[in-house]
């Protein structure tokens, strides 16, 4: 193995094998479970709660095939229950946990929301990801554009960038780099597993890939 082989596996983190691919691949794409208590399967979001992680793509495909083949009892090695809609739940805490940093984002100033200020963050440069709510007019959408060498995100809905942002509803939003900025992509890029399909159409709730 080569030094630079070395060095891109250290940078890439830890890595864990998703139970219902079989894929290994960084934690940060992946969804960590533990056995309850209760033998219930519980989703740890944050990768935080005590006891063995059972773990599976960021990707709702995966998630329901663990789900309706069992394997979360293989990998645990014992029989546990699977709470009714925990697909669901799934995508509602990334959703909640991606709001959240985005909410502090804004806070730190890190972070805009209104057309005319994400625009003013474009053209100057000051922006490294571009947001845009998935149910918001593609016309509108369609005069902003990703900035060069930045990320984009739009599979959250207005409703939910309105929380972030705290106004009512928000279409455009834009992040200056550095600060919570790479923790909002990372955490985006996992509920758009729940939300895009891999051939970049639409999965079950309403949205825009990027």
């Known amino acids: 193995m080569t030094r630079g082989k070395r060095d891109s596996d250290r940078e890439a983190g830890p890595e ?9 691949r960084p934690k940060a794409e992946l969804i960590r479970f533990v056995i ?25 495909a995966a998630l329901e095939k663990a789900v309706a083949k069992n394997l979360f009892a293989r990998a645990a090695r014992q029989p546990v229950r699977v709470p009714e809609g925990l697909v669901a739940e799934v995508e ?17 100033g890190a972070a805009v929301a209104g057309y005319e200020k994400v625009k003013s963050w474009l053209m100057r ?4 990801v571009l947001i ?22 739009g599979w959250l809905t207005t409703d939910e960038l309105g929380l972030a942002f705290g106004r009512q509803t928000v279409i455009h939003g834009a992040l200056a780099s ?16 729940f939300r895009v399909s891999d051939h970049g159409g639409r999965g079950r709730r309403k949205g825009k890939d990027g």
């Not at 990768?47 to 709702?60: C, F, H, M, T, Y």
């Not at 440069?125 to 490294?128: K, N």
């Open 36 to 60: 309850g208590p209760d033998d219930s399967v519980v989703p740890d979001i944050l990768g935080k709660l005590p006891g063995r992680g059972i773990w599976v793509s960021a990707d709702r």
């Open 125 to 128: 440069e000051g922006a490294q």
């Open 178 to 193: 550095g600060g919570l900025t790479s923790r909002v992509v990372e955490e985006a890029a996992r509920l758009k597993g």
């Open 92 to 108: 509602a805490q990334l959703a909640r946990r991606t709001v959240d940093l985005i909410s502090l984002a804004r806070k730190s």
């Open 16 to 24: 864990r094998k998703c139970i219902a691919t079989g894929e290994v």
């Open 132 to 153: 845009q709510a998935s149910d918001g007019s593609e016309r509108g959408k369609s005069k902003l554009s990703t900035p060069y060498g930045g990320r984009f995100i």
